[in-house]
């Protein structure tokens, strides 16, 4: 087992690149892309017989509920993204539990079974906010991205950072690291989105067996928003977040194909529970 997946499910209207044109009370008026890009992620796993870790906003969930189901019926890990997107950095410590709790029960009740992982909106995980995962009951975060220039994404200073993917944060508590590679010293994204979609694929599939062979094991992760080009296109925002959402949109289904055809996939519990 060395590759794990994972999908962050939200739909286009409510990542953090399109927030300032569109506001939270006009999320229930957008036309909602997500059922049918999922159902497009579920066909491409299942033709390859692969199975992945879903981490889903609590928004989505609630309206949702029976694309939650189909996920977790297919044999997918269900795993939580928090309610409605908001960075952690952004929340106070009792809105964070909240927001957290609200979540993973949204979840269990809809698949009867416990929710164990979490994944932080943009990476924006903070040292306590850990502790408050641990004390909900979760077994492991996915939050930690340490690259260099992105602002938003989160730090946990408490942690010295060692060469492995999956390492224990606390008895029983892990942290599943997004993958990047080391290029002369410098810590560059190699776990999928925009990434992904930007670097050919040929050099990524190497990037891949590189971490692989240094750090044991490699995790990905992709959005539904990724796979659709076809999504309503907001004008009225900052350049380099529009290039951040839409570039190479049209290629992702098909280096998604080809990723799953030269490499064997697997839910980040598989990993955790050995
Ligand atoms: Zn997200």
């Given at each position: ?124 995980i903070t040292d306590?906010?850990i ?10 975060d996915?939050s930690l991205?340490p ?7 989160g730090k946990l200073k408490k942690v010295t950072i060692p060469?492995?993917?999956?390492f224990e944060l606390q008895?029983?508590f892990y942290q599943?690291m ?97």
């Open positions: 087992m060395k590759c794990l997946l994972s999908v962050d499910v939200e739909d286009w209207f409510q990542v953090e690149n399109l927030k300032q044109a569109i506001d939270k009370e006009s999320w229930d008026k957008k036309t909602s892309r997500v059922e049918r890009n999922i159902d497009l992620i579920l066909e491409l796993l299942d033709q390859r017989n692969t199975k992945a870790t879903f981490f889903i906003l609590g928004w989505i969930a609630e309206r949702h509920p029976l694309v939650i189901k189909k996920i977790h019926n297919e044999g997918h890990e269900i795993a939580c993204h928090g309610y409605g997107h908001d960075l952690v950095t952004h929340l106070t410590n009792d809105k964070f539990r909240q927001d957290v709790s609200l979540t993973k029960n949204i979840l269990e009740n809809l698949i009867g079974e416990e929710v164990i992982g979490y994944r932080a909106p943009n990476f924006s306590w906010s502790e408050i995962l641990i004390s909900l009951g979760f077994k492991y996915s991205f690259i260099v220039g992105h602002s938003r994404y060469n492995k993917s999956i008895n029983g599943v997004l993958s990047y590679l080391d290029i002369g010293g410098l810590k560059v994204p190699w776990a999928g989105g925009l990434y992904f979609r930007l670097i050919p694929y040929e050099l990524f599939k190497r990037g891949i067996e590189k971490i692989t062979e240094q750090k044991g094991l490699y995790i990905f992760y992709i959005h539904p928003w990724e796979f659709d080009p076809g999504q309503p296109k907001v004008n009225n925002i900052k350049l380099n977040y529009k290039l951040r959402h839409y570039t190479n949109l049209k290629t992702t289904e098909s280096k998604f194909k080809r990723l799953l055809k030269d490499f064997n996939f697997y839910r980040i519990k598989d990993a955790i529970s050995i």
